[in-house]
C-alpha cells in the first residue's frame, strides 16, 4: 500500500488526540482546527498540506480527479550529503532549446482547469508567470488559447494528442505558435489508458490511437517550426526511435496519469531511457513529483526537467493564482536547499552519485 504523508497536521492531530485522553486536560481542553477550514496559504508547509486544502475546497469526488499517485519509487530513493563545499551562489537555471529558464520545474498539462477554479488556466499561468515557470497548456483547456497567452507571463509550451482529425490538430497547434507557445508536447497513449481519462488531469489520446503510431505523429508534426517533444515515453527502445526520427525532447510519463499496479514508474525507467538516448535529446519527466527532493532525484538520474501536474492544480483549487505561485516557489526553495545538502551548487553539478536506490 502507498504510504501517507507525514504533515504537520498528522503530527497535530496525533498530539490532539492522545492529549484529549489525559486527566491533565480535566480543566482545560484542545481546540482543534475547524473541520473545512482553508488555511491561509502562507500557514502551509509542504506540498501535502495544498493537497488536504484543496480536497477540502473541492470536495472527496471532484479531487480525486487530481488526487495523489504512487510513490513507493520515490521512497526506496535517498540522497547522499557532501558537506565542505561552498554552495553560497546557489543557481536552478536550465537551458531547454535554448531558453535559459529560472528553475527545472515545469507546470504539467492538465485538461479542463476551470474543474478545480472558476479561473482555470488563466489562474493557472498567472501563478506559474509569479514563480517564473513555464507552463504547458493543454489542447483540452477550459479557457482560450489566446486568453491564456494574454495572462502568461512566463514562457508557455502547447501539448496535444495524435488525434484521428489531424488537421484539426495542426490547426490548434499551429494557433499555439502563433500565439507564442515555444514547444509542442505530443501525448501517446494506449487503449487502456483511454478508458480512465476520468482520473487522468492530463487525459489520455483517444481510444482510437494506438500506443506509438510513427506515421500519425510524424504528420502531426510536419511543418511544425518549434521544437517537438513526445510525452508519455516509458520504453527505451521507443525513446531512441523517437530521438532517430527528429523528436526534439522526450517526457518520461505514464500515459494513463495513475501508475496502474505492478508496472514501473517513470522515475524508475528514467535512468534507462537517459542511456538509450545518450544526451541525444533533453529528457523531461513527470509523475509524483511532490518534494525538491523528488525534484533533485529526477534531475540527478538523467531528466533535464521534471513537470508537475497535480500539484499546482491542489494550489490552484484552494487558492487561485497565489496558490498555485506559492506552491511552485515552495518547490523551487526546496529544491534549492536540497542540492546545497547535497554539496552541488547548480543543475549541472547533479549527477548519480547524489542518489542511492535501494530495492526493497
Known amino acids: 500500500m502507498t504510504s501517507e504523508p507525514f504533515t504537520r497536521r498528522h503530527a497535530v492531530s496525533r498530539f490532539a488526540s492522545w492529549l484529549a485522553a489525559s486527566p491533565l486536560l480535566d480543566a482545560q481542553r484542545l481546540v482543534g ?6 488555511a491561509p496559504v502562507k500557514e502551509l508547509v509542504n506540498t501535502f498540506e495544498f493537497a488536504a486544502m484543496a480536497e477540502r475546497q473541492l470536495g472527496s469526488i471532484a479531487f480525486e480527479l487530481i488526487a495523489g499517485s504512487d510513490r513507493r519509487a520515490f521512497d526506496r530513493m535517498t540522497l547522499r550529503p557532501r558537506m565542505m563545499v561552498k554552495t553560497e551562489n546557489l543557481d536552478l537555471t536550465t537551458e531547454l532549446f535554448g531558453e535559459k529558464m529560472f528553475a527545472p520545474i515545469l507546470v504539467g498539462p492538465v485538461a479542463e482547469q476551470k474543474r478545480f477554479h472558476p479561473e482555470g488556466e488563466l489562474a493557472t499561468v498567472e501563478g506559474a508567470s509569479a514563480a517564473k515557470a513555464v507552463t504547458v497548456i493543454s489542447s483540452r483547456s477550459s479557457c482560450p488559447l489566446d486568453e491564456i497567452a494574454a495572462h502568461a507571463e512566463a514562457t508557455l509550451w502547447y501539448q496535444v494528442y495524435p488525434e484521428p482529425d489531424v488537421n484539426a490538430a495542426r490547426a490548434g497547434i499551429a494557433k499555439a505558435v502563433d500565439l507564442g507557445c515555444k514547444a509542442v508536447c505530443i501525448t501517446v497513449g494506449t487503449e487502456y489508458q483511454a478508458a480512465d481519462r476520468r482520473r487522468a488531469p492530463d487525459p489520455p489520446a483517444p481510444a482510437e490511437i494506438s500506443s506509438l503510431d510513427w506515421s500519425a505523429i510524424d504528420r502531426l508534426r510536419q511543418g511544425i517550426r ?10 527505451p527502445d521507443e525513446a531512441r ?3 532517430e526520427r527528429g523528436i526534439a525532447g522526450i517526457v518520461v510519463s505514464d500515459p494513463s496519469g495513475t501508475q496502474v499496479s505492478g508496472l514501473a514508474s517513470p522515475i524508475e525507467m528514467l535512468p534507462s531511457i537517459a542511456e538509450a538516448v545518450g544526451g ?11 518534494r525538491g527532493t523528488d525534484v533533485l532525484k529526477g534531475l540527478a538520474l538523467g531528466a533535464r526537467a521534471v513537470l508537475v501536474a497535480r500539484p499546482p492544480m491542489w ?18 526553495t526546496e529544491l534549492a536547499r536540497d542540492m546545497a545538502m547535497c554539496g552541488k551548487p547548480t543543475v549541472a553539478d547533479l549527477d548519480r552519485t547524489v542518489v542511492s536506490i535501494h530495492r526493497r
Open 241 to 243: 526511435k523517437g530521438v
Open 33 to 38: 482546527e475547524p473541520a473545512g477550514r482553508i
Open 280 to 290: 541525444k535529446a533533453p529528457i523531461l519527466i513527470d509523475g509524483g513529483f511532490r
Open 226 to 235: 518549434v521544437p517537438v517533444l513526445l510525452k508519455g515515453i516509458m520504453n
Open 315 to 332: 494550489g490552484l483549487a484552494g487558492y487561485g493564482a497565489d496558490g498555485v505561485g506559492t506552491l511552485l516557489k515552495m518547490l523551487q
